[in-house]
T-cell receptor, first 112, second 114 residues
Framework: KAGVTQTPRYLIKTRGQQVTLSCSPISGHRSVSWYQQTPGQGLQFLFEYFSETQRNKGNFPGRFSGRQFSNSRSEMNVSTLELGDSALYLCASSMDRGPEQYFGPGTRLTVT | AQSVSQHNHHVILSEAASLELGCNYS??????LFWYVQYPGQHLQLLLKYFSGDPLVKGIKGFEAEFIKSKFSFNLRKPSVQWSDTAEYFCAVTPVGGNNRLAFGKGNQVVVIP
């Protein structure tokens, strides 16, 4: 079974731009969660989607948003990028909101 | 909200030494507990998990962890490390029956010297 895939793997953007990241979960997994990983703050939860609905949201500003499609693929969007948004963005999937989550390789976003 | 503490962020040890990484969580209810590992250049991988039952759980690559409910702890151990165990280790918790949000500790950077 293929693992969680994320595209693109690397991105360089300029302050003020927006970015969209994509995640394809493991086949059969319907829950997708997003996390931000930085050296200072560690791993922080962004949001979770299940059956195209946002179920949980972390403590991030409204510039961070996401969605999930009927095939369980998910995208997250960050608008008006700031330097502090530079991070590794990780996607994780699980079966029917089960607690065991499997992570993708992440998208490394650099904001200049 | 739950929180997770991991101490001794940087650990350096020689091959064949024993490893123990501490993890304490703060949450009033029942939790699911995890250890994830991130090898250099690789993605987060699940090392082991505890949901219920025997508090001593065994994971991949010879790792084990013990859940001590009274101490809100879930410490990771390996009796004899190898150079290939060089990685960052993260403890994480999520409430049973609640949201699916994983709360992570800050991680332990472990370097094993050959």
């Amino acid at each position: 079974k293929a693992g969680v895939t994320q595209t693109p793997r690397y991105l360089i953007k300029t302050r003020g731009q927006q970015v969209t990241l994509s995640c394809s979960p493991i086949s059969g997994h319907r829950s997708v969660s997003w996390y931000q990983q930085t050296p200072g703050q560690g791993l922080q939860f962004l949001f979770e989607y299940f059956s195209e609905t946002q179920r949980n949201k972390g403590n991030f500003p409204g510039r961070f948003s996401g969605r999930q499609f009927s095939n369980s693929r998910s995208e997250m969007n960050v608008s008006t990028l700031e330097l502090g948004d530079s991070a590794l963005y990780l996607c994780a999937s699980s079966m029917d909101r089960g607690p065991e989550q499997y992570f993708g390789p992440g998208t490394r976003l650099t904001v200049t | 909200a739950q929180s997770v503490s991991q101490h001794n962020h940087h650990v350096i040890l020689s091959e064949a030494a024993s490893l123990e990484l501490g993890c304490n969580y703060s949450y009033g209810g029942t939790v699911n507990l995890f250890w994830y590992v991130q090898y250099p250049g690789q993605h987060l991988q699940l090392l082991l998990k505890y949901f219920s039952g025997d508090p001593l759980v065994k994971g991949i690559k010879g790792f084990e962890a013990e859940f001590i409910k009274s101490k809100f702890s879930f410490n990771l151990r390996k009796p004899s490390v190898q150079w290939s165990d060089t990685a960052e280790y993260f403890c994480a918790v999520t409430p049973v029956g609640g949201n699916n949000r994983l709360a992570f500790g800050k991680g332990n950077q472990v370097v094993v010297i050959p």
